[in-house]
């Protein structure tokens, strides 16, 4: 079974996040629960990030969009 790229969603101030990786959580067997965590970071200025579970599914971070601040 093949997992698509697991997405989590961070809000404009969000530098850090926990967040369990979906697929871990399906897989897992003896497994115990926290080692399914994604611990990731994203700079406060990117929009986007990709990171990797220790167990190698793929997660993308998205930044959601800003206050208007920069607006067009
Ligand atoms: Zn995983």
């Known amino acids: 079974m093949t997992w698509e790229r ?5 809000g404009p101030e969000t530098t ?3 967040e ?3 697929a871990c959580l399906f897989a897992r067997d003896s ?14 200025d990117a929009d986007v990030g990709f990171m990797t579970c220790r167990r190698g599914h793929r ?12 607006a067009l």
């Open 6 to 10: 697991q997405h989590v969603w961070l």
């Open 31 to 44: 497994l115990a629960a926290e080692t399914c965590v994604i611990h990731g970071t994203l700079r406060r």
């Open 59 to 70: 997660i993308v971070v998205h930044r959601i969009a800003r206050p208007l601040a920069r």
């Open 16 to 18: 850090s996040f926990e």
């Open 20 to 22: 369990p990786c979906e």
